[in-house]
């Protein structure tokens, strides 16, 4: 998994749109990033969202669980169970003020 988010992550670098950006991640990338992401993964554009989502939070935002992640000092189910409820608080506290995670999306500013 750490390889998946590695690599969904340098496609956001590619695929960046102009403006900022946080830990060398841009801030919105292209809307077809979604749907190359579904068609090589087999998965629904739902699930690739979620996993963009997750490749960008955990380098932008949780750096340390990314870097232990792709270190394999945790492995994705551990992490996803053990920090699952720290994340979740983690993750909203360091949200953009008025965007909680679940509004961040591409093109967004």
Do not use: C, N
């Not at 629904?44 to 792709?70: H, N």
């Not at 000092?73 to 995670?101: N, R, T």
């Amino acid at each position: 998994m750490a390889a998946k988010l590695g690599v969904i992550r340098e496609l956001l670098r590619r695929r960046a749109l102009p403006g900022g950006g946080v830990r060398r991640l841009p801030d919105a990338w292209d809307e077809g990033v979604a749907h190359e992401v579904a068609a090589e993964l087999g998965i629904s554009l739902q699930a690739a969202d979620k996993l963009i989502s997750l490749a960008w939070t955990l380098e932008a935002r949780l750096p340390r669980v990314s870097a232990a992640l792709d270190a394999g000092v945790i492995d994705y189910v551990k992490g996803s169970w053990s920090f699952a409820p720290w994340f979740a608080s983690q993750v909203q506290e360091a949200a953009p003020a008025g965007k909680p995670l679940g509004r961040l999306r591409p093109g967004a500013s």
